[in-house]
């Protein structure tokens, strides 16, 4: 998607040990022409693929996702990072460890919004390592869906996420917007 | 908004303590029809209030947000609550007792998404207390920013917060998509 790398180019900051900036159009501040931009290539890039239902995990992950589920016309699901006192009933919890804040982090869905059988894609800010798209795969699969595809704003290909994932047997198509393949020297390398 | 009553009556459930759960449409899912109506008709209730920005608070507010900032095209803020790697410089804290989760919140925004003279609209998925909402307002003021207004996707009026803002000096427009004004009983009163 030409527009976001432009922007990248443009406002992106590498701020050392992989971490990429992109606050000012994603993280923190939202451009709408650019998420309606995103959601548009999402659902362009996922057209031949039955989606009955998208997750996300908060926060990052929210806004692209909402803009692929309007287009698609399908609900959008959020992960949660801790139980709201309004989440009860069947939650379906998984962990994965935090790239940028140590530890690990748990995400929860309420067995409301994840049903046997349905197709689920999977949308987020980033894929990195892929510890975080592949819990929230299992909450899918924990739930008796299936993982439609994964499709990400930027993809920072030399964390190898996408080959971790393909390793872990998600042979689902897998599409980012942007791939900056390196980080060396400060830079910022797209692909 | 009509809509949105409606899924209220349906989906909606009083958890008692002045909880509501509407989980299905905002807090946990999110219908996009849904949140089209509501981004075109928060841009139509502050139609002729200058905006330059949007600020919201992660992570219900997002959503609302965003789709308000594309109907009314301006970029769309969302303070954090925990401190991100990404984040440096200037940064404006405040702090909100949190209703539903007991201690309090820290809201934080980076000096580079709010700037002194701009008007800036608010808008959340709840007023209820209005704490969270003011906590919002003092960080555009501590950017040397205006408050353009206040839009909410749920006023809970019984918990008094529009009162507290204007008592608070407040008098920016404050508009909410659905006002709730009991939920005694174990129901859900809409005006």
Same mark, same amino acid.
């Given at each position: 998607?030409?527009?976001?790398?432009?922007?990248?180019?443009?406002?992106?900051?590498?701020?050392?040990?992989?971490?990429?900036?992109?606050?000012?159009?994603?993280?923190?501040?939202?451009?709408?022409?650019? /998420?309606?931009? /995103?959601g548009?290539?999402?659902?362009?890039?996922? $057209?031949?693929?039955?989606?009955?239902?998208?997750?996300?995990?908060?926060?990052?992950?929210?806004?692209?996702?909402?803009? +692929?589920?309007?287009?698609?016309? &399908?609900? &959008?699901?959020?992960?949660?990072?801790?139980?709201?006192?309004?989440?009860?009933?069947?939650? #379906?919890?998984?962990? $994965?460890?935090?790239h940028?804040?140590?530890?690990?982090?748990?995400?929860?869905?309420s067995?409301?919004?994840?049903?046997?059988g349905e197709?689920?894609?999977?949308?987020?800010?980033?894929?990195?390592?892929?510890?975080?798209? /592949? $819990?929230?795969?299992?909450?899918?699969?924990?739930?008796?869906?299936? &993982? +439609?595809?994964?499709?990400?704003? &930027?993809?920072?290909?030399?964390?190898?996420?996408?080959? +971790?994932?393909?390793?872990a047997? #998600?042979?689902?198509?897998?599409?980012?917007?942007?791939?900056?393949? +390196? /980080?060396?020297?400060?830079?910022?390398?797209?692909?």
């Amino acid at each position: 998607m030409q527009a976001l790398k432009d922007r990248i180019r443009a406002e992106g900051q590498n701020l050392g040990n992989g971490i990429l900036k992109i606050d000012s159009l994603l993280n923190h501040q939202l451009d709408p022409q650019l /998420m309606v931009g /995103m959601g548009r290539t999402l659902a362009q890039l996922f $057209a031949g693929v039955r989606v009955d239902r998208i997750l996300t995990a908060e926060i990052s992950g929210i806004a692209p996702a909402l803009m +692929a589920g309007i287009e698609m016309q &399908v609900p &959008v699901v959020y992960a949660r990072k801790k139980q709201p006192i309004t989440m009860r009933g069947i939650i #379906y919890v998984e962990s $994965a460890p935090s790239h940028t804040k140590g530890g690990t982090v748990d995400l929860l869905v309420s067995g409301e919004f994840l049903k046997a059988g349905e197709q689920v894609l999977i949308i987020d800010d980033f894929l990195a390592t892929g510890q975080t798209l /592949m $819990a929230l795969a299992r909450l899918i699969q924990a739930a008796g869906a299936h &993982v +439609a595809g994964v499709g990400v704003v &930027v993809e920072k290909s030399f964390e190898g996420g996408r080959a +971790a994932m393909l390793k872990a047997g #998600y042979t689902c198509p897998i599409h980012a917007l942007a791939t900056i393949t +390196a /980080m060396d020297d400060g830079g910022i390398t797209l692909a």
